[in-house]
């Protein structure tokens, strides 16, 4: 999360983002940054436990 903001040249904003974390918060708040600044698809899977 503290580098996503200075590195968001090097994601494709024609390509989905799937986001998880430990909570499920960090992933969330990396979700409004991309939606701020143009991803469309971009998603928050929550947390870890719900993908095991």
Known sequence: MPELGSR???????T????C????TRS???????KRHGFK???NAGT???LL
């Open 8 to 14: 968001l040249n090097e994601l494709s904003k024609s």
């Open 28 to 34: 969330g708040m990396a979700k409004m940054l991309l």
């Open 41 to 43: 698809d971009v998603y």
């Open 48 to 50: 870890w436990r719900k």
């Open 16 to 19: 989905p983002v799937v986001l």
């Open 21 to 24: 974390c430990a909570s499920g």
